[in-house]
């Protein structure tokens, strides 16, 4: 169920109105089940997946905290994170391996295992490794109940695509007794639909124009390259943003409240600021979790740019197998590591100070719109298709202009708005608003998402990392 379709409005729906009627000690229950309904409604034969992730980790912590020795307690740390990691690394990585770095070396022919990729499979890997990897450091107590782990683990307004919540940040949360009374059903509302507005009219407005660019980047326009460039900047922040907004305005409604995970990330003046704004919970569990355990900056300069480029180019591996990825990971990972090797240098980070903002954003955009290429191109061959065709290709402005009115008239807005957009302002807006205007105003745009729509919603593009 796509958050975007009827059938989840109708199944939240029912969620919704249970929730409210049960008495608060069966809501563990609900969200185990109700969440199972969402998990399995894709495909019902792989709901063992999170449910073996989230056995592994209850009882893999329970094994870890019974020694006290260090180092033996190190050790099953270690053993329960690679055991987590075992379902991932064979659905999403075992034709990548093989095919890709086997097959080349020992003279074999390609195989497709045609494993079918669990949905979410590397949020919920992440979630359990904090769970674990939280209660061995300390910063969260075992859980004691299997089901208010698999609670956290199976909520599903994040189950899917994040945000990756600590467990210090939900599972306190979904225990305690008063939720309902403090759950804000305008509020989570109007954050859905802004989320909604993103996905439907933003993401999906502009995908079909871009799509088949993609797809076979031969013989375009170098105006129309740079649609697709820019395009698909705005498509994925749009389309992961857009979740991200739906899925919190959902948790708000049950009174539950997750992260922010965006924050105008295409306002960053460098590539480390970025980082801060764009999938905020992801990059802090990779600097939690991998970065400062491999030594972070507490280490030789050249030990700590290396840490940096490692953690991008892992990072970049976790949203796909394919080598599109590494290189989309390595090229953000040198970039971070220039931006912290300019603070090395007196001058450098003097000339650095005395850029102008405007500058640097530019400089800083430009990268990102050239990386993004990388991250959505078929193979690295049709990136530099596109990217050649960007700088020398013919342009045909008459025709481009004419046959692109809708899909510039998108970017034109966003482009306007992106400043705006953040969770401060949605609930400043709320709280300042006329609840009737506000009402009257989320009923119109909910109708010109049906009409944009026509009853159905292209899966986000998350849903396959």
């Not at 020398?392 to 008239?409: K, Q």
Request: glycine share 6%; proline share 5%.
């Amino acid at each position: 169920m796509l958050f975007s379709s009827i059938e989840f409005l109708m199944f939240f729906a029912v969620y919704f109105i249970i929730f409210r009627l049960l008495p608060s000690r069966f809501l563990i229950t609900l969200i185990i089940i109700g969440s199972l309904i969402f998990y399995g409604w894709w495909n019902p034969l792989l709901i063992w997946v999170p449910a073996v992730l989230c056995t592994i980790a209850f009882f893999g912590t329970n094994w870890m905290e019974k020694t006290p020795d260090g180092r033996a307690k190190k050790f099953r740390l270690v053993s329960v994170i690679l055991v987590l990691f075992i379902p991932l690394v064979v659905f999403k990585y075992t034709n990548f391996v093989f095919n890709e770095m086997m097959a080349p070396i020992f003279a074999l022919d390609d195989v497709d295992l045609k494993f079918v990729l669990p949905l979410g499979i590397s949020f919920i890997t992440f979630t359990m490794i904090s769970y674990v990897s939280d209660v061995y450091s300390k910063r969260f107590p075992i859980e004691k109940k299997y089901t208010e782990l698999v609670a956290y683990t199976l909520f599903f307004p994040q189950l899917i695509a994040g945000p990756i919540l600590r467990p210090a940040e939900l599972i306190p949360q979904l225990i305690r007794g008063h939720q309902k009374k403090i759950s804000s059903i305008g509020l989570g509302v109007t954050i859905f639909t802004v989320g909604l507005i993103k996905k439907v009219i933003f993401a999906d407005g502009i995908a079909s124009s871009i799509n088949p660019i993609f797809a076979n980047p031969l013989g375009y326009s170098l105006l129309e390259y740079w649609l697709a460039i820019v395009g698909f900047a705005m498509q994925i922040y749009c389309d992961f943003s857009g979740y991200t907004d739906m899925a919190i305005g959902l948790a708000v409604i049950l009174g539950i409240k997750l992260p922010m995970n965006f924050n105008q990330p295409y306002m960053a003046i460098n590539l480390q600021d970025f980082w801060q704004r764009w999938h905020m919970t992801l990059s802090r569990w990779l600097r939690d979790y991998l970065y400062i355990p491999l030594g972070g900056s507490r280490c030789s300069k050249p030990r700590h740019l290396t840490n940096i480029l490692v953690t991008m180019i892992l990072g970049g591996l976790w949203h796909g197998a394919n080598w599109t990825f590494i290189i989309w990971g390595a090229l953000h990972g040198v970039a971070i590591a220039i931006n912290h090797a300019i603070g090395f240098f007196p001058l450098t980070q003097k000339l650095s100070n005395y850029t102008p903002k405007t500058i640097k954003r530019i400089l800083t955009l430009a990268f990102i719109l050239f990386a993004w290429v990388f991250f959505r191109a078929e193979d690295a061959e049709g990136a530099m298709t596109i990217i050649s065709g960007s700088l020398f290709s013919v342009v045909d402005a008459p025709s481009f202009f004419s046959d692109y009115a809708f899909e510039l008239l998108l970017i034109g807005v966003f482009v306007l708005l992106h400043r705006y957009d953040t969770q401060a302002y949605v609930r400043l807006a709320y709280r300042k608003m006329n609840k009737l205007f506000l009402t009257v105003t989320i009923v119109f745009f909910w109708l010109i998402v049906v009409a944009a729509s026509t009853g159905s919603s292209q899966e986000f593009i998350y849903f396959d990392f």
